[in-house]
């Protein structure tokens, strides 16, 4: 079993025949005590999606798609769907406006199904981009903003999305944690 922390990435060895990812995770940052709520927020969002990209460091594309129930989760493929929830939420919903496809439209695995030529380091560099995008129009917005786009016939806040966001990405890093450790034995945080 091999532990792992922020300082050292994985340790573990190979698994699969292709290459492990090899860039570093981004830095994360315990969440202060005494921060005002946009800030609490902000911070726990940004602390569960640079625990996405520690989940994955070091993990060879082949494991990274490597399928452990009968549905399509996968540790590559819940890095898609986040890729895609980000989108929705903050481009779409908040912000009104359009990206590429969302690609449960047609088929609501889609965003769990491997494309050509997706790399783990390819998923994760559209992860981190797609979450720059998110900040960006949450940086225009107040807490009480409500959204361009109704969901259930009613307006989200920023604040809503934030808080959503916070849980959808933590309950799809303990999916992560899990994936991993089926995988090749890394467990941490």
């Known amino acids: 079993m091999t532990r792992w922390h922020d300082e050292g990435g994985v340790v573990a060895g190979e698994v699969a025949d292709s290459p492990p990812v090899t860039s570093a995770p981004p830095a994360r940052q315990d ?3 005494d ?17 996405v990209h520690h989940k994955l460091a070091g993990l060879a594309d082949d494991d990274a798609w490597r399928r452990f129930v009968p549905s399509l989760t996968t540790a590559a493929g819940v890095v898609k769907h986040l890729t895609c929830v980000e989108q929705y939420w903050f481009r779409t919903v908040l912000a009104g406006t359009s990206g590429p496809p969302l690609p449960w439209t047609h088929d609501p695995d889609a965003d769990m199904a491997r494309g050509d030529g997706e790399t783990v380091e390819s998923l994760l560099a559209g992860y981190a981009a797609e ?6 129009v949450a940086a225009g917005l107040a807490l009480t903003d409500r959204s361009v786009l109704a969901r259930h016939g009613e307006h989200p806040t920023l604040r809503w999305v934030l808080m959503h966001m916070v849980e ?6 303990g ?15």
Do not use: K, M, P, Y
Request: aromatic share 6%; net charge negative; hydrophobic share 30%.
């Open 31 to 33: 969440v202060g005590f």
């Open 175 to 189: 999916h992560l944690d899990i994936v991993r450790e089926l995988t090749d034995g890394a467990v941490g945080e």
């Open 168 to 173: 959808e990405t933590s309950r799809h890093n």
């Open 131 to 136: 979450c720059d995008r998110s900040r960006e």
């Open 35 to 51: 921060l005002d709520a946009r800030t609490e927020l902000e911070h726990f969002l940004d602390f569960h999606r640079a625990t």
